[in-house]
């Protein structure tokens, strides 16, 4: 890597699933911050061993992936992978102190049932965006107040990229292959991701996540930092009692569905709420009596596809008295969109557009 001064910007620790993580991000020539990460009492010979020990693991706790969506089990299968890692270190590393032992069975749970060291990334809630782009690049992160930070991480190859985007994909049902190449899936907390592979993205196999936080927006987090002002946000909670519907446009990344969940604390707790999106995005109270929809891309055959248009008219079916629209994209989607609007529903989702005059115009005219 080139090499940079050695002004830190920030310094601090992190617990990803019980593994101490050491983050320091410094200047550097390289125009961009680095960021690196450190795995105190965890070197590279660790992470071999580890790694070696995988098929053992797998023999000795076997993964069942269509209960991988079940918390209760996933727990459970942490507990036995806490065990069976104990056994093992006792077989290969005999007279490992306890201290060490917690460490190493937490970084093995995190290679079995996580992602491995972007477990690390993932646990930093300083972050919004982490993107691998291929074996041969680092890894990039986007921090909140610094930016893009090239990371000191690098993919250990393109087939180990694959693996984690397939993991990602088979606890939601999604497949990423050669047949189809590209896949939108979201992990257990909520963060968004989306996969390429080799030749379609030409650097290799990429994954890039962005992070769902923990705290999401709420509106009057959003009136707190000058986001909107009390006048705005008290229009919108009346349009929505009065269940007048919204459109809320932007740009990319400006934050439409943040706004759109902020909006969710106005949903009257007698209303029956259906979302509708690519990529589960939203997160609403739990109060709501809320019915969460997503669509499905086709198999490798060219069958099983679920539109978001053909998810809109069957949601007209089931009687709801809110509809939620994760993105209006096509004109197929924008009719069936004023449908629901004209036969008395209220509907609030998100359209890509900079201004409202740009929204009327995508609204009106073909794509």
């Not at 020990?53 to 918390?71: F, G, H, Q, Y």
Request: net charge negative.
């Amino acid at each position: 890597m080139a090499e940079y001064t050695q002004k830190i910007l920030a310094e601090y620790n992190l617990d990803a699933h019980g593994t101490t993580v050491m983050i320091q991000i410094v200047e550097s020539s390289d125009f961009v911050p680095l960021y690196n990460v450190t795995f105190p009492g965890i070197g590279d010979a660790t992470k071999l061993l580890v790694m070696s020990l995988r098929s053992e693991l797998t023999a000795m706790v076997p993964i069942d992936p269509a209960r991988l969506e079940d918390k209760r089990y996933l727990t459970a299968l942490n507990v036995k992978y806490l065990d069976a890692g104990n056994i093992l270190i006792d077989k290969y590393v005999p007279g490992t102190s306890s201290e060490t032992k917690k460490l190493l069975t937490s970084y093995i749970v995190n290679m079995m049932l996580g992602l491995g060291d972007l477990e690390a990334l993932l646990a930093d809630e300083n972050l919004e965006e982490i993107a691998v782009n291929g074996a041969k690049d680092y890894i990039w992160v986007f921090h909140k107040e610094l930016g893009w930070c090239k990371t000191n991480m690098k993919p250990a190859s393109d087939n180990a990229i694959y693996d984690q985007a397939s993991a990602i994909g088979r606890r939601i049902g999604r497949e990423i292959n050669n047949l189809s190449p590209l896949m939108d899936a979201e992990l257990a907390d909520g963060s968004r991701v989306n996969a390429t592979l080799y030749p379609v993205s030409q650097g290799g196999n990429t994954i890039t996540i962005r992070k769902f936080s923990k705290n999401p927006w709420t509106m009057t987090a959003m009136i707190k930092n000058g986001t909107l002002s009390i006048e705005l946000a008290s229009l919108v909670w009346l349009c929505i009692q009065n269940e007048i519907s919204l459109l809320f446009s932007g740009g990319t990344a400006s934050g439409k569905t943040s706004f759109l969940n902020a909006c969710s604390m106005f949903f009257p707790a007698t209303r029956r709420i259906i979302s509708i999106e690519e990529t589960r995005e939203l997160q609403l109270p739990g109060f709501a009596q809320w019915i969460p929809m997503v669509s499905r891309d086709p198999n490798p055959e060219g069958k099983g596809e679920i539109t978001l248009y053909r998810l809109m008219v069957n949601a007209l079916r089931q009687r709801p008295d809110i509809m939620l629209i994760g993105e209006v994209r096509t004109e197929k989607d924008a009719e069936t969109l004023f449908e629901a609007i004209h036969t008395g529903h209220s509907v609030y989702g998100t359209v890509h557009a900079d201004n409202a005059q740009d929204t009327i115009v995508r609204m009106t005219n073909p794509p």
